[in-house]
């Protein structure tokens, strides 16, 4: 495999190609999601990290920065982090993960979480020293949106 070199992507088109075909079966996203996230990358709210060779991208994390209120510091929260099959089991997570450690680092965040849904994902990120929450519980709900 050639090297990899992480970068801040400065565009969707190709990150949200890979996102879209792994997680969405190759469905794009709703035009006013991308539209969303553009200006939230565009706001330094988010930010796309990019694995990629000299020809393309071999997986994607996706960082979101929040204010959190009782620690009066903004966190991160790993929205997205994906890895192409035929890439995975060859350090591309764990370089995506150093990367975006750098980032919060020069934004200043010492906190990053990250919401997972399989053992195998846990097992990933408790080898690179993520911890379960144990003060923490998500909960969630799912609300009708009204056809427009």
Do not use: W
């Amino acid at each position: 495999m050639n090297p990899v070199e992480v970068i801040l992507a400065t565009g969707l088109t190709e990150p949200l190609a890979l996102l879209e075909e792994s997680l969405r079966g190759g469905e794009p996203v709703p035009e006013d999601l991308a539209e969303r996230m553009r200006r939230a990358v565009d706001a330094g709210d988010m930010e796309v990290l990019a694995a990629r060779t000299e020809d393309r991208i071999l997986g994607v994390a996706i960082l979101a920065y929040r204010p959190n209120i009782a620690a009066g510091a903004l966190f991160a929260s790993i929205e997205d982090l994906y890895v192409s099959p035929e890439a995975r089991r060859q350090g591309i997570g764990q370089t995506l993960l150093t990367a975006a450690d750098e980032r919060c680092t020069q934004h200043d965040i010492s906190y990053v979480e990250v919401q997972i849904q399989d053992d195998e994902a846990e097992a990933f990120y408790a080898a690179l020293g993520y911890e379960p929450e144990k003060s923490v519980r998500v909960l969630s709900r799912s609300l009708p949106i009204p056809e427009t």
